[in-house]
């Protein structure tokens, strides 16, 4: 994975925007008062003519104290001003909806402008557009830091819509220099110096921080980690500790005898430059060994006990474009996985099955069921990018044979008929064992049916029509995306359902 600095997220000055073309200030529209002149004086919501829009205190038409502009693209600044140009502590954030009455500036109508007088030059344009967030910031965002005449300079923290965490460190004239922390949404988190330039991690002795797993505890100290040398936001060459200590950051000798791990991110024909350096990491938390599903030949299962919630395995592999898989039979598509928001699958072929060939990542290995105790979650990696993941739904004890449902695409019919089915299982606690069956009311009828009783008529038909044969029914389908649902998930299916429908009798 390459770590980069985004563009920082500042105002523009008066003379250059975002975009780096000549920003014009022209007043287009003010709601407020004016003075004799014209100009915004006091509390005013003012239209620029470049788009830009502006709530709070002006004098004599230059923004003074508190303050809240939004920009074209979306981007919402609210701090205070001196002169016109931010200075002191700020928030910027994508979108929102602001009501030009509010007092964003904090000052109480009525306030005294000497000389004002009302003007409202066009329409009243006192709330927010919604508009699409540039990608440097993220829709929802928000950076909290300290501008000095204008730019981002000091300590900073941004974090995502939820709140979660994303950077920590500084910033100088708009870009991240110093120290700096970055955490990704995986749980991963990446800690050292960046490039004062770029803004991206730069540093001999950078720290790549795992998400908390099974061995692992929340503390720094409990956290598996590679640590070493990263150039331009890439890992260029580190090695492993576990249990994780502040005194393991420093350079990677060269004599080491340690693994060194590099940046090694997957293509169309090559899955790993080292197919046989196993993920450190996942080593530690999962294991292959013969699936407990009759006929499913290979299977995931945890090494040691493992909460829900949990990072455990991961999944890479040659990366194909979505519309070569889609052409696909069946027997190419045993361990396809689509990447989120992007036109290309994660893909582990045939010839790389077997353990003794590929395990780089091993997060291929695990099995489908119904009613899993994990999924296929996205994940940043050091080495091998942009992959997929598997984390845990509910606790997995050490030994336990890992499932994931594989979500295949079955028709609007039958995946109506299963989100029914599966509605009224939580219903009545979660699983086939638990509780009495409970009938469904089916929107396309309009009449009282039993879920299970229609997805089992559903699924028999499906089948019959395949007319699978036994090898067939035991492949090993692609987790998302692909053609539709093998024969071999189909049977399942009905096996499922039959016993979800004999348990709730």
């Not at 000095?148 to 994303?166: F, Y």
């Not at 991963?188 to 770029?198: Q, R």
């Not at 035991?474 to 348990?503: C, I, N, T, V």
Request: glycine fraction near 10%.
């Amino acid at each position: 994975m390459k770590l980069r600095e985004p563009a920082a997220a500042a105002e523009p000055s008066s003379d250059e925007e975002q975009d780096g073309e000549v920003d014009d200030e022209t007043i287009a529209a003010v709601h407020g008062p004016c003075d004799q002149q014209g100009l915004p004086h006091g509390r005013c919501s003012v239209v620029y003519a470049s788009g830009l829009r502006f709530w709070g205190r002006l004098v004599h038409g230059v923004r003074q104290g508190r303050g809240v502009m939004q920009f074209p693209d979306g981007m919402v600044i609210r701090g205070v001003y001196r002169d016109g140009e931010l200075n002191g502590p700020a928030v910027v954030a994508m979108g929102g909806d602001q009501d030009e009455d509010e007092d964003e500036s904090g000052e109480e109508d009525g306030a005294d402008h000497d000389g004002d007088h009302d003007n409202d030059t066009g329409d009243r344009t006192g709330e927010f557009m919604t508009a699409e967030a540039p990608a440097h910031v993220g829709t929802g965002s928000r950076l909290e830091g300290t501008y000095e005449d204008g730019l981002l300079n000091g300590p900073a923290v941004e974090r995502a819509a939820d709140g979660s965490l994303l950077f920590r460190g500084q910033y100088r004239d708009n870009v991240r220099c110093g120290r700096c922390s970055f955490y990704m949404p995986d749980g991963g988190e990446y800690h050292g110096l960046v490039d004062e330039t770029s803004g991206a991690l730069s540093d001999a002795a950078a720290v790549y921080l795992y998400p908390p797993a099974g061995d692992a505890g929340k503390d720094h100290e409990q956290r598996h980690a590679l640590i070493g040398c990263w150039r331009d936001g890439q890992m260029v060459r580190a090695v492993h500790r576990f249990p994780y200590a502040p005194a393991d950051a420093r350079p990677v000798a060269e004599t080491t005898t340690d693994t060194v791990y590099t940046c090694d991110e997957s293509t169309e024909t090559c899955a790993s430059a080292t197919p046989l350096v196993e993920d450190p990491f996942e080593a530690c938390q999962v294991t292959v060994a013969g699936s407990t599903v009759p006929g499913a030949g290979e299977g995931l299962f945890a090494r040691c006990a493992l909460p829900a919630g949990v990072v455990c395995s991961l999944y890479s592999g040659v990366r194909v474009q979505q519309a070569e898989v889609d052409l696909r039979d069946w027997d190419r598509c045993h361990n396809t996985i689509s990447l989120d928001s992007q036109d290309i699958v994660i893909d582990v072929p045939p010839h790389l099955n077997d353990t003794a060939v590929y395990c780089a990542t091993l997060g291929h290995k695990a099995n489908h069921s119904f009613t899993p105790n994990a999924k296929y979650d996205s994940f940043s990696h050091p080495r091998f990018g942009d992959i997929k993941c598997v984390r845990t739904l509910t606790p997995v004890a050490a030994g336990d044979e890992i499932f994931c449902c594989y979500d295949y695409e079955l028709g609007a019919e039958l995946n109506e008929m299963l989100r029914e089915v599966k509605k009224q299982l939580q219903r009545q606690g979660g699983g086939p064992s638990q509780g009495k069956r409970k009938r469904a009311r089916l929107s396309e009828t309009g009449t009282h049916v039993s879920a299970e009783g229609t997805l089992l008529r559903l699924l028999n038909e499906a089948i019959d029509a395949a007319a699978a044969s036994p090898a067939q029914a035991q492949d090993k389908g692609a987790k998302k995306g692909g053609p539709e649902a093998p024969a071999w998930y189909l049977l399942a299916l009905r096996h499922w359902a039959q016993q979800s429908l004999a348990a709730n009798q």
